[in-house]
């Protein structure tokens, strides 16, 4: 029986993130993954589908490669290779992962780990064999599958989740997609880039729910304006399913039956714990999650848990974060764990969607004080020079103090601007901090300065 400092079950970006600082810490490491190092992130979620849809950017500029005064011939794809980069992609960096694993010394076994009442860690590898884990901590890291609707059978050809989306082995002529969140539009920019008729349902009002209201309208007509079909306020009644498609049945604004290739369920997340704990485990779950409390600790001694499998936000960057905070509290008594505060959400469409913080009706909603900022990406010299003029950041300025309340960006590398608003606010920093902050010129970051300077009336170029 192999004794460690402290055992992970499940390599993803909790697991494995958190395997390697306790192991820059000196204790002796191990982490069980049933699958490949990385997640579900970096197998089935955020890796793979980044490699998709740049498949889907590089394809639309091909198309338009007249408006930059490039002639192309007939433009043709292999929707196999674009489904067969993504899964090399995913494939490197995993080996990458394990490499990680070794060169930082932390022992890593491929099998199904399941916790005893004992805090023991019985594993079946996949060649049949078992053996037992003894560590004096354990962390469960297991995170989160794609959650289906009740009604719903998914076959992975006609029905199906993310991860049989992954993998598709023939482009659908049609798809229906049941909501509207970061997966389901991530998902509808790509196939309908590639020329699948897509059908985009949504409960809520908006697609991206979770986002500021203008900033996901704005995505809305311009996903509309690519070609996609949007229907809110609708719900999913009846899936008929047959091998050459499906019949969605639909309810609400727009009640109707619908006839397509294929339905991609994208309604969110559930924890993954089937198969992780013996029969005699109890832990406390709070909505389906398991609960920690201030030290990342479950209600059963000496195991801890970090991740997706502790509820929202279901991000790998927020999961890595709560894996290192837990860490260090585990081996350090007077170290107290961060709990998260702040975040960036990204959703990965053309045009790119990424925020933090609070949203205006949020604000509006704790009667805070403040002022929004807004720049357009067609008044940045950088954006028009790029052809990606359409596009805007909003930014929410605190008062008297003028600390950043939030900020909400869509346009072209939304998702990488957005992290300089994030390292403004874990800083405390202030708008008149950010003004004085040269920015190069052109670069898209100047559209930071301009939407914090529009809160304040100091914009030049609006």
Known sequence: MATYDLAVLGGGPAGYVGAIRAAQLGKKVVVVEKERAGGTCLNWGCIPSKSLLKNAEIYQHILHAEEYGITTGKVSFD?????????????????????????KKVDYVVGEGKLGADR?????????????????????????????LPGLKVDGKVVMTS????????????????????????????????GTKVTLVE???????????????????NLAKQ?????????????????????VKLS????????????????????????????G?????EKGYVKTDARYKSSMAGVFSAGDIIGPPWLAHVASFEAIEAVNGIFDAKYQPKKVGVFPGCTYC???????????????????????????????????ASGDSEGMVKILIGEPHGEILGAHIIGAEATELIAEVGLGMTLEATADEIGHTIHAHPTLTEMIKEATEAAVGHAIHI
Do not use: H, W
């Open 79 to 103: 929707f196999a290779k674009v489904i067969g980069r993504s899964r090399n992609v995913s494939d490197r960096i995993a080996k990458g992962v394990e490499f990680l694993l070794k060169a």
């Open 120 to 148: 023991k860690i019985k594993v079946k590898t996949a060649d049949g064999k078992s053996q037992v884990i003894e560590a004096t901590n354990v962390m469960l890291a297991t995170g989160c599958l794609p959650r289906v």
């Open 163 to 194: 991860r049989e989306a992954l993998e598709l082995k023939k482009q659908p002529k049609s798809v229906v997609i049941l909501g509207a969140g970061a997966i389901g539009v991530e998902f509808a920019y790509f196939l309908n880039s590639f």
């Open 203 to 221: 409960m809520k009002s908006r697609v991206l729910p979770i986002e500021d209201e203008e900033i996901s309208d704005l995505l809305g007509k």
């Open 227 to 247: 070609g996609i079909t949007i229907l809110t306020e609708t719900a999913m009644e009846s899936v008929t399913a047959s091998t050459s498609g499906v019949k």
């Open 252 to 279: 609400g604004k727009n009640a109707k039956t619908i006839e397509a290739d294929a339905l991609l369920c994208a309604v969110g997340v559930q924890a993954n714990l089937e198969g992780a704990l013996d029969a």
């Open 281 to 285: 485990v109890k832990l406390e779950l």
């Open 350 to 384: 053309q045009p790119q969607v990424a925020s933090i913080g609070l949203t205006e009706a949020a604000a509006k909603e704790k009667k805070l004080k403040f002022k929004v900022g807004r720049f357009p990406y067609r008044a940045s010299g950088r954006a028009v």
